[in-house]
Antibody
Framework: EVQLVESGGGLVQPGRSLRLSCAASGFTFDDYAMHWVRQAPGKGLEWVSGISWNSGSIGYADSVKGRFTISRDNAKNSLYLQMNSLRAEDTALYYCAKVDYRFRFDPWGQGTLVTVSS | EIVMTQSPATLSVSPGERATLSCRAS??????LAWYQQKPGQAPRLLIYGASTRATGIPARFSGSGSGTEFTLTISSLQSEDFAVYYCQQYNNWPSLTFGGGTKVEIK
């Protein structure tokens, strides 16, 4: 069974940093791209970032470009999101998702909550 | 950035009735469109990809159609478990992917 477990969320002050992790199991991790999607409280889904299986292709939403960095460690079956210069508008539940060559986001983890507030 | 616009924002439907949800792209995304279902407190679930192909395990009452800029998700006969929020997503413009704002399907 495919499992994706996010961690690393919490309460952080504006301007500070946080690193999210996503631990993957139940599939061959380095066969798939991985992405982050977030959802602000009571709002819709917003794609944040994605990384190909070998880290050779990476993309970011304009809202996080230059502040967030996605990475992965295939030896550890793990995906990361380094978030710097955090803002109140980054407050959201952050999901990781397994993504295949047809850009099917399936499945998703249960998310980790990031709250940016002073 | 390609903007995805979903309508209506809320759709009130009685169980057993048909629901039709729309998604419009600000420019052509070919057939590179997916639909996701999200229930309260749960992660989204993939329903449709390639505009019209059902994902594994998705019931036949869910169908997708369209290409270019206009897309439709149809639920032929709503079941109680189908009341949820539905999102469309384009993946034609990598490395920029975008979701629509969502349509909430509620019980009438």
């Amino acid at each position: 069974e495919v499992q994706l477990v996010e961690s690393g969320g919490g309460l952080v002050q504006p301007g500070r940093s946080l690193r999210l992790s996503c631990a993957a199991s139940g599939f061959t991790f380095d066969d798939y791209a991985m992405h982050w999607v977030r959802q602000a409280p009571g709002k819709g889904l917003e794609w944040v970032s994605g990384i190909s299986w070998n880290s050779g292709s990476i993309g970011y939403a304009d809202s996080v470009k230059g502040r967030f960095t996605i990475s992965r460690d295939n030896a550890k079956n793990s995906l990361y999101l380094q978030m710097n210069s955090l803002r109140a508008e980054d407050t959201a539940l952050y999901y990781c998702a397994k993504v295949d060559y047809r850009f099917r986001f399936d499945p998703w983890g249960q998310g980790t909550l990031v709250t940016v507030s002073s | 950035e390609i903007v995805m616009t979903q309508s209506p924002a809320t759709l009130s439907v009685s169980p057993g009735e048909r629901a039709t949800l729309s998604c419009r792209a600000s420019q052509s995304v070919s057939s590179n469109l997916a639909w996701y279902q999200q229930k309260p407190g749960q992660a989204p679930r993939l329903l449709i990809y390639g505009a019209s192909t059902r994902a594994t395990g998705i019931p036949a009452r869910f169908s997708g159609s369209g290409s270019g800029t206009e897309f439709t998700l149809t639920i032929s006969s709503l079941q109680s478990e189908d009341f949820a929020v539905y999102y469309c997503q384009q993946y034609n413009n990598w490395p920029s992917l975008t979701f629509g704002g969502g349509t909430k399907v509620e019980i009438k």
